[in-house]
């Protein structure tokens, strides 16, 4: 069968279709292949809703869809972890939210507000006063402090938290004079974390943040992340290649081969401590 | 194609904004080095060839008594003689217009001395005679006329001619008058009723065989000369650079030519900076990819080889562009300017390979060289550990940091401006040396301008405070004016300088006349008194006095008797203020009227030369400034893309994110515009001693436009440039740059 529905359906479209029905969204005849059970596929209140995007890349002849038609929702003030194989199309879905990346088909929303039509320089101010980045390999300016690079980020933001405040959140309260290359990965990455805390963020986008550290350093970053979310009301997603860290997430987002697979809900997460990898 | 070249070829498309200011600045540099020095060569073969084609003499004899046919033979029969032209010469007095001057008259040429027919025919009778194409015009006379010339009968004019004897606007200097030949012209020897040749003009065997503007003929010169002055000692023995004309041609070769070696080596040592610092960056930045080749099993020569192709290609492409572009451009251009000081015949420009060859083996060597060393200094180290990325460069403090002075007043942005300047040296030095050098190469060129334009305004209105001289046959019964003062003025030859004796009739009046100072007694102008030993015709010299365009001896009328054991007759009055230059030059006692207004212009004319020469150069240091500073920024911008990607991520809009980069710049940039100032000065000053000409030195002078004009323009690039790189900064791609590691 095919439905008929445009995006302001989809509350009924989640009582009418079901998984393999072909569904035509505003005029697109699209194939449903997830159908998500337990809540959260109301995208009209997620805080963040990402529906049917395209990620293309040409190059040459050759194109590839890094993500083809990406669909799924984030609350606001949760933990979400977007997990899946390497090259599915994890790190563009992120760049995406972080305004980073644009998007060749699709809508993407945050709080109400569509990124796809922002100019570059409404952009910029997005990812200036939505979003904080946390990398794999942190990125830290090498030649400035600790307290410097959280200050580079701070510094441009009106409404920045204090640089030195928000270090010694991160537990690094005698740092703050060091420059990167004397601290630990570890330390580094808290580093990084403050700088995108600083600016006292919406979204707080973390793309493999554990991924260049050992066990117990990670797990470290991990509660860092999760306190935060919990104490700031921040909306953190992070990308991980590590499943067992899903137990902890409030809601897990499956990609692969630039699809989401999977879109799941925890309703108790464990704490960190308690999770073993 | 093997894989590496794909690599290489893709390379080079990739960073083309690289390679082609690559090409382009060893292109200027082998143009600036090429370039001159063609013009040198190409302006010397010109007179070479001009002097063999019109078998111009090498030795020239005068004698009181004439010369007779057993003279010649024996002059003839003297070792090393090729040939010997017997002929005849006078000067003459002519009216022309109002004016009596002193005209040069000789025999129509033999053998040597060829002249050239410019209109009609030459004289072939007695009573005919081919006068310059000057006097044509100044006289309003045409082919037919009739000219006057005291002690001949009258002449008809059959043509104008032009003489190898005078390649400048100089007409020589005789006993007649002032002193001054104003016109020439050629007779039909019978026109003279001699007994005896007034002239012999001679060939060298020797001279045939050596290049004629040149140190070596010269030399060669000097010694002919010499080898007859033993021989005929009571002859008048002149050799070409006793022409006044002929050396100067050549001096301005050798004044060229030295601005051809210390300007472009400056020059070129800055393109060869910029390109050896590119190459061992692109080196660096390839790290991981040199690791990947050598780990793939390459050889560390054919690894070696992709970048050393890379820095040799464009090297070599530059440097062979240069030198077509030097070697035809810059000498029509300068000979083009210095046509207008010198009668000579179009240039030919060929490559000149021999400095062509070695300019350009100089740069592709050096960058060559240090490529394969920073290559092999590369590869050092396992692949693995050349494939995981270089430990970042730790931050430091800087010195600045520790005077909290000033520290603690920078804004956030300041500090972390100040510490990327001092963290990066090399790359700052690197900055710092090429915006410097090509600061002080434009001042360089701008002063260089000044010091050559201000001759004239200098001596003419500093030194020269006289309005008007006056030459007078003898003094007149009233004054022509109530601010004169009567002079005589003698010519003498002193240490190779043709040197004005001025003998004032009221010493303590001539320094309202002549800036001379108020020292009374044996003065002599700068320039000469270098080549004196404190002496001049066995005297003390008293005060040496500034002076900017010919000789002056000053002295008071008693040292004149003393000395002379005759009377200074004046044969010439200083006027100040107001004077009616007709009614002079009418007046039965004036012979001529040298107005200084007139010759200040006259002298501006003649550095025009130069002021072309200045203004090539200043085209050059531009051109130099501008790729230098776009190559450096686009390095900066490359070494620095995940460092800019990361702030465009925190949010920094294009602006923002261009300001911060360019802070830096700029403060290099003022910084090297300072000290290029500072070092311009010296440089400047090195230059212009070494381009003085003769009769005239170059104060060194440097107008405060030009600093501020060389400061401004450099200052003007680094905007440009940076205006100009904005997009390549816009246009970083955040996902891209910071995907990979490193
Ligand atoms: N600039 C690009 N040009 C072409 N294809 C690209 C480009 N960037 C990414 N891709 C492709 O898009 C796909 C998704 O890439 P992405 O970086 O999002 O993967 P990922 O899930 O983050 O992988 P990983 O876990 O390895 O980081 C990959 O197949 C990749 O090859
Ligand atoms: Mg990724």
Redesign the interface.
């Known amino acids: 069968m095919v439905a008929k529905a445009t995006q302001c359906h989809y509350t009924m479209i989640k009582v009418l279709v079901k998984k393999g029905t072909d569904l035509e969204l505003n005029g697109r005849l699209c194939y449903i292949d997830t159908c998500v059970v337990n809540g959260g596929f109301d995208q009209m209140q997620s805080y963040v809703a990402f529906s049917n995007v395209v990620r293309e890349y040409r190059s040459g002849g050759l194109s590839v869809r890094a993500a083809d038609g990406v669909s799924f929702g984030l609350e606001e003030g949760r933990f979400s972890a977007i997990v899946g194989p390497s090259g599915a199309g994890k790190s563009t879905v992120l760049n995406i939210l972080g305004g980073m990346d644009t998007i060749t088909e699709g809508s993407v929303t945050v709080g109400g507000r569509e990124l796809t039509g922002l100019s570059r320089r409404q952009r910029c101010a997005y990812r200036r006063d939505d979003v904080g980045f946390v990398f794999q390999f942190y990125n830290l300016i090498q030649n400035l402090t600790a307290l410097e690079n959280v200050e580079l980020s701070s510094h441009i933001r009106k409404n920045a938290l204090n640089p030195q405040c928000v270090l010694a959140d991160v537990g690094l309260s005698d740092r703050v004079k060091n420059f990167p290359a004397q601290l630990s990965g570890g330390e580094q990455q808290r580093v990084a974390i403050a700088r995108a805390l600083a600016k006292n963020p919406k979204l707080l986008l973390c793309d493999e943040p554990t991924g260049a550290l050992d066990y117990e350093t990670g797990k470290g970053i991990l509660q860092l992340l999760f306190d935060t979310c919990r104490s700031k009301g921040v909306t953190v997603v992070v990308i991980t290649h590590n499943s067992a860290i899903t137990p902890m997430a409030d809601r897990i987002i499956k990609i692969k081969s630039g699809k989401v697979e999977s879109v799941t809900d925890n309703p108790n997460p464990k704490p960190v401590a308690e999770i073993e990898w | 194609m093997k894989p590496l070249w794909k690599d290489n070829l893709r390379e080079i498309w990739r960073t083309k904004a690289r390679f082609i200011s690559l090409i382009l600045i060893t292109m200027l540099g082998s143009m600036s080095v090429v370039g001159i020095q063609a013009a040198v060569i190409d302006m010397r073969d010109v007179g070479d060839r001009t002097y063999k084609a019109q078998n111009l003499y090498d030795i020239h004899i005068q004698s009181a008594t004439g010369f007779t046919g057993t003279d010649v033979t024996a002059v003839r029969e003297t070792s090393g003689v090729y040939a010997v032209m017997p002929t005849y010469s006078l000067d003459a007095y002519a009216e022309v217009g109002d004016e009596t001057v002193a005209v040069r008259t000789c025999a129509l040429p033999g053998e040597l001395n060829h002249i050239t027919l410019t209109s009609g025919k030459l004289p072939e009778k007695p009573d005919e005679i081919a006068i310059e194409r000057r006097w044509m015009r100044e006289g309003r006379l045409e082919i037919g006329d009739e000219v006057v010339l005291d002690g001949f009968e009258p002449f008809t004019i059959t043509g104008t001619v032009s003489s190898p004897f005078y390649i400048t606007h100089e007409r020589g200097r005789t006993s007649l008058g002032n002193g001054q030949v104003r016109f020439f012209a050629y007779l039909h020897p019978d026109a003279y009723s001699f007994p005896v040749y007034t002239d012999l003009y001679i060939i060298m065997e020797e001279s045939r065989t050596i290049h004629q503007v040149s140190d070596e003929y010269d030399a060669a010169s000097e010694g002919w000369k010499e080898s007859f002055e033993d021989i005929y000692p009571h002859w008048f023995i002149s050799n070409r650079s006793d022409g006044a004309a002929f050396d100067s041609y050549h001096q301005d070769t050798q004044r060229l030519q030295k601005i051809g070696y210390v300007f472009p080596m400056v020059f070129f040592l800055v393109a060869v900076l910029v390109s050896l610092t590119t190459m061992s960056r692109m080196v660096e930045e390839h790290r991981t990819q040199i690791g990947i080749y050598k780990a793939l099993g390459y050889s560390p020569a054919s690894i070696a080889a992709k970048y050393t192709v890379y820095a040799v290609l464009s090297g070599g492409l530059g440097g062979f562009a240069g030198i077509f572009i030097g070697s035809e451009a810059f000498p029509r251009i300068i000979s083009n300017a210095y046509a207008f000081l010198y009668d000579m015949p179009p240039i030919e420009t060929p490559v000149p390979w021999g400095i062509a060859g070695f300019a350009v083996a100089a740069a592709v060597l050096s960058v060559g060289v240090v490529t394969v060393l920073s290559v092999s200094g590369a590869m050092k180290g396992e692949p693995a550990i050349l494939m995981r990325p270089k430990?970042?460069?730790?931050?430091?403090r800087v010195l600045f940091e520790k005077i909290p002075f000033f520290w603690n007043r920078l804004d956030?942005?300041g500090?972390?401006t100040a510490?990327?300047i001092f963290?990066y040296k090399k790359r700052f030095l690197m900055t710092l040396a090429g915006v410097a050098g090509c600061t002080a190469l434009l001042l360089t060129a701008f002063g260089l301008r000044d010091s050559v334009y201000s001759v004239a305004a200098k001596h003419y209105t500093e030194i020269v405070q006289y309005d008007a001289l006056v030459y007078i046959s003898s003094k007149p019964d009233e004054p022509f004016s109530n601010q004169q003062l009567y002079i005589r003025e003698e010519t003498a030859q002193i240490e190779g300088y043709s040197v004005s004796i001025i003998v004032p009739e009221d010493f303590s009046a001539l320094e309202s006349f002549i800036n001379v100072g108020s020292v009374q007694g044996l003065l002599v102008t700068e320039k000469l008194a270098r080549s004196l030993d404190g002496t001049v015709f066995g005297r003390p010299i008293d005060a040496v006095v500034e002076n900017y365009i010919m000789h002056y001896i000053y002295m008071p009328p008693e040292m004149y008797r003393d000395l002379f054991d005759r009377e200074p007759e004046p044969n010439g009055v200083l006027i100040k203020g107001d004077y009616d230059a007709e009614e002079l030059t009418a007046h039965r006692d004036v012979r001529a009227v040298v107005e200084t207004e007139r010759m200040r212009n006259m002298i501006g004319d003649s550095t025009e030369a130069m002021e072309v020469v200045t203004v090539v150069l200043i085209v050059l240091a531009c051109a130099l400034a501008f790729i230098v500073l776009f190559n450096l920024t686009v390095i900066n911008i490359t070494e620095r893309t995940?460092?800019l990607a990361?702030?465009?991520?925190?949010?920094?809009?294009?602006t923002?994110t261009a300001m911060y980069l360019y802070r830096e710049n700029l403060v290099v940039t003022l910084l090297g515009i300072a000290l290029g100032l500072f070092g311009g000065v010296y440089l400047e000053g090195f230059i212009i001693t070494s381009v003085e000409i003769d009769i005239m030195k170059f104060p060194q002078y440097i107008a405060v436009s030009s600093f501020v004009l060389a400061a401004a323009l450099s200052l003007f690039f680094s905007l440009f440039v940076n205006a100009a790189t904005y997009r390549k900064l816009a246009k970083i791609d955040?996902?891209e740059s910071?995907?990979n590691?490193e």
Do not use: H, W, Y
């Open positions: 430990s970042p460069k730790a931050g430091k956030f942005i500090k972390v510490r990327n963290r995940r460092e990361t702030i465009k991520v925190l949010g920094f809009q294009d923002e955040m996902v910071l995907k590691v």
